[in-house]
């Protein structure tokens, strides 16, 4: 079976953090690329940070780079997502995702490229 399950995320006040924790029940999990990606209401499911299997290099989104960083423990089979300095506009439900797909740059980020996704985990920042 496959299963993504999110954690961690809560309601902060702005300029906090967050650290998101993504355990995945997958096979060669070290074999996989990793993404983490946000959807608020009335918007469209957006890229924030992608990983590829082996942590070689990942892939951030211009609106959060440099405050939020993706890493993975392939001996844990667990994907994260440390935030800081947490703003309003970043308030969306977070998910994981994991794609097999052969993915380069800004690929790495896109939500048509990933089969498998977790059911979210609400982040709010006032």
């Known amino acids: 079976h496959v299963q993504l399950v999110e954690s961690g995320g809560g309601s902060v006040q702005a300029g906090g953090s967050l650290r998101l924790s993504c355990a995945a029940s997958?096979?060669?999990?070290?074999?996989?690329?990793m993404a983490w990606f946000r959807q608020a209401p009335g918007k469209e499911r957006e890229g924030v940070a992608g990983?590829?299997?082996?942590?070689?290099?990942?892939y951030y989104a211009d609106s959060v780079r440099g405050r939020f960083t993706i890493s993975r423990d392939n001996a844990k089979k667990t994907l994260y997502l440390q935030m800081k300095s947490l703003e309003p506009e970043d308030t969306a439900m977070y998910y994981c995702?994991?794609?097999?797909?052969?993915?380069?740059?800004?690929?790495?980020?896109?939500?048509?490229?990933?089969?498998?996704w977790g059911q979210g985990t609400q982040v709010t920042v006032s």
């Open positions: 997958i096979p060669t999990y070290s074999s996989v690329s």
């Open positions: 995702a994991a794609s097999r797909n052969a993915l380069g740059s800004w690929l790495l980020i896109s939500p048509s490229q990933y089969n498998y």
């Open positions: 990983i590829y299997p082996g942590a070689r290099s990942t």
